[in-house]
């Protein structure tokens, strides 16, 4: 088990900056990765970027590649999303998730954050 609680959603501006937090709390199993996703209205959920826990590796959407930054804080167990150049479509809800070691999939969610983007 573990607690996901996002923070660091808002209004904003095009081409203005979020940085997103995702603190872990009651976990009781080491994690693999934990990634971020957004989900836009009428959208399905997309992947946004993910960080390996152990090397610190990251991986991303071609959307977000060059403006979006993932990285994890292992004592604070907590995984951050650094959002620069924000455009109107990345508005969504931005979901954290973890993926335990062992796992094929992410099967810890947070409640998520709203990101909005005017033009």
């Known amino acids: 088990q573990v607690q996901l609680e996002e923070s660091g959603g808002g209004l904003v501006q095009a081409g203005d900056s979020l940085r997103l937090a995702c603190a872990a709390s009651?976990?009781?199993?080491?994690?693999?990765?934990m990634g971020w996703f957004r989900q836009a209205p009428g959208k399905e959920r997309e992947f946004v970027a993910a960080?390996?826990?152990?090397?610190?590796?990251?991986s991303y959407a071609d959307f977000v590649k060059g403006r979006f930054t993932i990285s994890r804080d292992k004592a604070k167990d907590t995984v951050y999303l650094q959002m620069n150049s924000l455009k109107v479509e990345d508005s969504a809800v931005y979901y954290c998730?973890?993926?335990?070691?062992?796992?094929?999939?992410?099967?810890?969610w947070g409640q998520g954050t709203q990101v909005t983007v005017s033009s």
């Open positions: 998730a973890d993926r335990a070691e062992g796992a094929y999939e992410y099967d810890y």
């Open positions: 009651a976990r009781t199993f080491s994690s693999y990765a």
């Open positions: 960080i390996s826990w152990g090397d610190g590796s990251a």
